[in-house]
């Protein structure tokens, strides 16, 4: 029996951060996000969990993930059944539901039986959602780790891909996020002193030193741990970039850092927006004209959906800022508060 009472939360976990999304009584949509990395601590997700629901231990709980693949798993099976493990022991007392791929809920105990059915259906839950207000769009979610380029036709998802090796072969999940991406992730080389240079094959800096170089993001957005384990100032940020090179403050100017900065980030628009050309090729004829962009990583996404000749607008208008930016656990808990509904009439 479900509490006629009890809130609705849905949840987003990944290897790298945690999303809650509670339901307010218009259903919008009221977002906590943490950055937990999972696959250094795994053993305190119960315990994480139980402090971001803040006190909300007895609502009713959709669950969806990425957090299986992290590679403290030795399978996605067993990620699967350690992240619904950690939810019945944070939560004893709230019905559970996991969301699965096919646009559905499963029980626990589905779930550790068909683990492939729910791992990595996050990206489902949030197109689904947005298929009803924008029938004829592709959804571009970017996020701190990877982009996710969903096709809607018809108010349909006509993805081609359930699962992320297919999803990657399809050039609907492209490996590359506003935050995490190492930059020789992004490019082998970059422009110095007017001519190109080989980048160091080293953890040096990530993709949010470049933004947070460039402005597009705030100190307050640089969520993720720096590589050097220093600051995210732009000064610091900075100091980062110039190691891709080999250098430092002494021997790099701000100019040079600024032009390193501007090609990588074309460089990453560019592999997104191949992804988007790849889906929009398969489609043809039927192919969207418009992108819906979300997540931490919008701007990037409405520059890849632009440079691909696509109209883009944002999600927030149907999801509420906060819903835009962690659409997957904003849509699940939606969704779940239908699925919840419907079981008490």
């Known amino acids: 029996m479900i509490d006629a009472t009890a809130s609705i939360v849905g949840w987003d976990v990944g290897g790298a951060n945690i999303k809650l999304a509670r339901l307010d009584d218009d259903r919008g949509a009221a977002l906590v996000e943490q950055p937990f990395p999972l696959w250094r601590e795994r053993e305190r997700l119960p315990s994480v969990l139980a402090s971001l629901a803040e006190g909300?231990?007895?609502?009713?709980?959709?669950?969806?993930?990425?957090?299986?693949?992290?590679?403290?798993?030795?399978?996605?099976?067993?990620?699967?059944?350690?992240?619904?493990?950690?939810f019945e022991a944070a939560f004893p007392q709230s019905?559970?539901?996991?969301?699965?791929?096919?646009?559905?809920?499963?029980?626990?105990?589905e779930a550790r039986e068909r683990p492939l059915d729910v791992a990595a259906a996050n990206w489902m839950a949030a197109a689904t959602v947005v298929a009803r207000a924008l029938p004829d769009a592709l959804f571009v979610d970017v996020g701190s780790t990877t982009a996710d380029i969903i096709p809607i036709v018809g108010g349909r998802v006509v993805a081609e891909g359930l699962t992320d090796p297919a999803r990657?072969?399809?050039?609907?999940?492209v490996y590359t996020g506003c935050l995490r991406t190492p930059l020789c992730a992004i490019v082998?080389?970059?422009p110095l002193a007017g001519r190109p240079c080989r980048v160091a094959a080293e953890h040096f800096a990530i993709a949010a030193d470049v933004y947070r170089w460039l402005g597009a993001i705030g100190a307050?957005?640089?969520t993720c741990e720096t590589p050097d384990g220093r600051g995210c100032s732009r000064a610091e940020a900075g100091a980062r970039l110039r190691r891709i090179v080999c250098a430092d403050c002494e021997t790099l100017d701000d100019a040079a850092?600024?032009?390193?900065?501007e090609h990588i980030a074309r460089?990453?628009?560019?592999?997104?927006?191949?992804?988007?050309?790849q889906v929009i090729r398969r489609l043809g004829a039927a192919?969207?004209?418009?992108?819906?962009?979300a997540g931490s990583g919008a701007f990037l996404a409405r520059a890849a959906a632009r440079a691909s000749g696509l109209a883009a607008r944002e999600l927030s208008p149907e999801f509420g800022a906060g819903g835009a930016r962690a659409a997957p656990a904003a849509a699940v808990a939606l969704l779940l508060s239908e699925l919840v509904s419907a079981r008490r009439t």
């Open 56 to 86: 909300g231990a007895n609502a009713v709980m959709g669950v969806t993930m990425t957090a299986e693949l992290a590679d403290c798993f030795a399978t996605k099976r067993e990620g699967v059944a350690y992240v619904v493990g950690a």
């Open 95 to 109: 019905p559970l539901w996991i969301y699965c791929v096919e646009g559905t809920f499963r029980t626990p105990d």
């Open 168 to 173: 990657l072969r399809s050039g609907e999940l």
């Open 188 to 190: 082998r080389s970059v």
């Open 220 to 222: 307050d957005e640089y």
């Open 257 to 261: 850092v600024t032009a390193i900065a």
């Open 267 to 277: 460089a990453q628009t560019r592999q997104i927006a191949l992804g988007i050309r």
């Open 287 to 293: 192919a969207p004209r418009a992108a819906v962009v």
